[in-house]
């Protein structure tokens, strides 16, 4: 057994920040990761972290609050507003701090940290480091971890939480490099595990992206919130998905159909290609439908040839790269063909702005949380901010908590339990014969999501969907392991990673069946338009081991910012 | 359809007792079917899903960022994200992990000392004044200076191919050089002596004799090469000179 006052699981932005926080307020805190920390998926963040720092020449009277409102704005009146307000303006005090510590963003000719224009905002306030912002935001904040002498368990693959008497106390975890469960107690926990793009198969995310740490908060009884809410970003590429930064409109990138036009001219006239993510994917996938996609195909062009070869060098090398690598076509001499392409988990662990959930001892930041910072939709450059927020003020008040126990220390009673059910759990699987092919399954999950649950949503696709979801979720208890044990097993943990997509797969499907509207990038064409009068809610998803989850709502939290029409 | 074969080494640390005590050391031939292209890491997953689940290896981003999948495909340092077979010309593709590591298992090697040794030359920025209120400012020109070592995503490549490394199990290697480079040729930072000590000594940048299959060997095309050099001329500025960084 293993003790450590606080644990957090997952070595991404979030997690580190969060172990960095609760190491400096005295707390005996470790991180258990799955891959070393600075292979986590924060690293493929490309475009920038948003914060009106007012550096660019068109920002001068750039505010947080301006910031604000084009979160809120954004998000279709989703997002809770108090929450929006602490992470628009902290922003500003947490890019300095990473600009303290190292980090290498791009600068202005007068030495200031150089920002860049996004997608639905106001001002030009996305701070960048070339394409490559979050490789360089990850490797800064391992450093710092280092610097500050944070435990990390890496390439350990946490399977479940240790829960008693209803108080958060532990994970149980597979060590992958010498084989074998290990209990780790703890007094409290932070879930840091990142999105769940995964759970579809047209994705951006990293193959490790899915949503298992979220599935194990919900299995443990914690509310998952605004799942239905999936970003899909309009630039992926065509074969892979992999991300072409929103940057590279940012940059002056424009979207082309089959007869050449600039098409964003009808959907959104004023911001054209720098108009929100869910607008610009459905303008996309309209076009796309209507037959203008590329020779008629599921396609459009992202063009940056007019940008040049040294601006494209310059601010763009990264997106280059991969471009001329997994689509085999250089940016500098031809338009790349992209596709919308699921990105961004909006809903997650229904936690406060302290990353706190229900259950005490429990806390979520980063991606696998929902705050609710983004509501119904996402600002780009948003995500990196948040899980340095929120990561910080999930470790203080991690550390507060524990901080204000009365008992404290490792227990022989706690945790034996949840370690034997583990070992259990793949004794039975691996005891299973002529089951069901786990890879099968996620294959079958991940198609149904993308064409049941897509950019454009409507009742009988989705119930269709649904009822897939469910036969698949059957299956799931008669998948056999063909492999367990050892070390570096990839088959036991894909296993265990699919038995939580397909319940945060289910949830997904069940709250866009539910949600009868059209909000922010739920998009249903048999109900157009936003309903504030019946939806101005969250969902919250709970946990029912047969079938799908319990759905309740949740109020948002409004403020500063009236509900209006969004118009770009 | 098209088919690939895949000739992948083998290791089992649970099998070192097997006839010849290596660990089950063999290589496996596989065939793996796919339509217009298909990278190296694809088909290692279609071998782990369909043909044989006890197969290990390293995987994440899938997009050449996470620095993860680095393996020796056909006696070259690759991604296996990044490599598509198309690229491999006809015949088997031989996928071994990274040589001159130990091994974990299969494709899976052992990065600890690589690791240890990154941490030894603090690998993170040295300030000795009181942080501005702002950011810390620096002029393009200096920030062009990192463009270069903070692409490096610590792989391995570098440092499982550098014959230094080989012969000498206590140097630090091209990596964890590039790291202390990263952060000596930044003008935020403002290390006097911290770092020095850590690289400027026999297995540090002095164990460098350019042999540079480490610039060979890097799957983003930096050079640690030449970053080493510049530590060296660093180290004999300030020590024998008595010049600031
Ligand atoms: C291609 C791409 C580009 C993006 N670009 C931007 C951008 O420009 N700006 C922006 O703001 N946002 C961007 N985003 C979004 C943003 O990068 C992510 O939302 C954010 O980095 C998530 O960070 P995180 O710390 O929550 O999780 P991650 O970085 O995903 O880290 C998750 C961690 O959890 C660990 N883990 C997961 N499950 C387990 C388990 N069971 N056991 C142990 N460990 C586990 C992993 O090992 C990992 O360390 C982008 C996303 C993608 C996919």
């Not at chain 1, 599921?298 to 601006?311: E, F, I, P, S």
């Not at chain 2, 999948?69 to 990274?98: F, K, S, W």
């Amino acid at each position: 057994m293993i003790y450590h006052e606080l644990v957090i699981v997952g070595g991404g932005l979030a997690g580190l920040r969060a172990a960095i926080e609760a190491k400096k307020q005295g707390i005996d805190v470790a991180i258990v990761s799955q891959v070393w920390p600075g292979r986590s998926h924060s690293g493929a963040a490309q475009g920038g972290v948003n914060a009106a720092l007012a550096n660019h020449p068109e920002s001068a009277d750039d505010t947080w609050e301006k910031h604000a409102f084009d979160t809120v704005k954004g998000s279709d009146y989703l997002a809770d507003q108090d929450a929006v307000v602490q992470m628009t303006k902290d922003a500003i005090p947490v890019i300095y701090e990473l600009d303290h510590a190292g980090c290498p963003f791009s600068r202005f000719d007068d030495g200031r940290i150089a920002q860049r224009p996004f997608g639905g905002a106001g001002y030009p306030r996305t701070c960048y480091g070339a394409d490559k912002t979050g490789h360089y935001m990850l490797h800064t904040m391992v450093e710092q971890a280092i610097e500050a002498r944070v435990p990390m368990y890496v390439e350990w693959f946490v399977a479940r939480l240790v829960v008693d008497d209803g108080v958060c106390r532990g994970v149980v975890a597979y060590d992958m490099v010498r084989g074998g469960f290990e209990l780790f107690q703890a007094e409290a926990v932070v879930i840091a595990t990142g999105g769940a793009g995964r759970v579809y198969s047209n994705s951006t995310n990293a193959i490790i992206s899915t949503g298992y740490g979220m599935a194990m908060a919900y299995h443990a009884g914690v509310a998952l919130k605004d799942l239905e809410f999936v970003q899909f970003h309009p630039t992926g590429l065509l074969t892979t998905n992999i991300l072409m930064t929103e940057g590279a409109r940012g940059e002056g990138g424009y979207l082309v159909n089959d007869l050449g036009e600039r098409f964003m001219e009808k959907y959104a006239p004023t911001a054209m290609e720098l108009a929100p993510r869910d607008i610009t994917s459905r303008s996309i996938q309209t076009e796309i439908n209507e037959g203008r996609g590329i020779g008629g195909k599921g396609y459009v062009h992202l063009d940056l040839r007019h940008l040049g070869a040294q601006k494209i060098l310059e601010k763009l090398p990264g997106i280059r790269d991969l471009a001329i690598h997994f689509e085999g076509v250089d940016p500098i001499e031809e338009p790349i063909p992209i596709v919308p392409s699921q990105h961004y988990s909006m809903g997650g662990i229904d936690t406060d702005m302290d990353g706190r959930t229900t259950m005490p001892g429990l806390y979520a930041a980063g991606e696998c949380a929902c705050v609710s910072v983004h509501g119904a939709n996402r600002l780009g450059g948003n995500s990196l901010l948040e899980t340095v927020v929120f990561g910080r003020r999930a470790g203080a008040a991690a550390a507060q908590y524990i901080d204000g126990l009365d008992e404290f220390g490792r227990s022989a009673a706690v945790g034996e339990e949840a370690l034997a059910d583990v070992r259990d759990r793949v004794r039975s699987l691996a005891n299973r014969e002529g089951g069901e092919d786990p890879y099968a399954i996620r294959a079958a999950m991940a198609s149904t999501m993308k064409e049941h649950f897509g950019v454009f949503r409507e009742a009988s696709v989705m119930q269709a969907g649904l009822e897939t979801m469910m036969d698949l979720k059957a299956r799931v208890t008669n998948v056999e392991l063909r492999h367990a044990g050892g070390v570096f097993n990839l088959d036991m943990i894909r296993t265990f990673e699919l038995e939580g997509m397909v319940d945060v797969a289910l949830g997904i499907a069940a709250g866009a069946l539910a949600r009868t509207e059209s909000r922010g990038s739920h998009a249903r064409t048999d109900f157009p338009e936003r309903d504030d009068a019946n939806w101005l809610e969250h969902t919250l998803a709970l946990y029912e081991p047969d079938g799908g989850p319990r759905l309740e709502a949740k109020a948002v939290g409004l403020g500063m910012f009236e509900p209006q029409e969004r118009k770009y | 359809m098209p088919e690939a074969t895949f000739r992948i080494k083998r290791h089992n640390p649970e099998k070192l007792d097997d006839q010849n005590g290596t660990g089950g050391d063999r290589y496996d031939e596989f065939t793996v079917p796919y339509e217009s292209s298909l990278t190296v890491l694809e088909g290692l997953f279609y071998i782990q899903e369909a043909l044989d689940g006890s197969l290990s290896f390293r995987y994440c981003c899938r997009a050449a960022v996470c620095g993860s999948c680095a393996m020796y495909i056909n006696g070259t340092y690759r991604l296996a994200c990044q490599t598509n077979v198309r690229h491999l010309g006809d015949g088997p593709i031989t996928v071994e992990p990274m040589p001159h590591m130990p091994v974990v298992k299969d494709l899976v090697c052992d990065m600890t000392d690589f690791f240890a040794k990154y941490e030894t030359v603090m690998p993170h920025i040295i300030r000795n004044s009181a942080p501005p209120e702002k950011e810390i400012m620096q002029s393009p020109n200096d920030r062009k200076k990192l463009d270069m070592p903070v692409d490096c995503i610590l792989c391995g490549s570098c440092y499982s191919s550098c014959p230094s490394v080989w012969g000498e199990g206590n140097y630090l290697g091209p990596a964890a050089l590039l790291k202390a480079y990263r952060f000596e040729v930044d003008s935020r930072d403002e290390a006097r002596k911290e770092r020095l000590p850590r690289f400027d000594n026999e297995r540090g940048s002095y164990r460098c004799h350019t042999i540079t299959n480490c610039v060979e060997a890097c799957p983003k095309e930096l050079n640690p090469t030449e970053a080493i050099q510049w530590l060296k001329g660093a180290a004999v500025r300030r020590r024998l000179l008595g010049r600031a960084k």
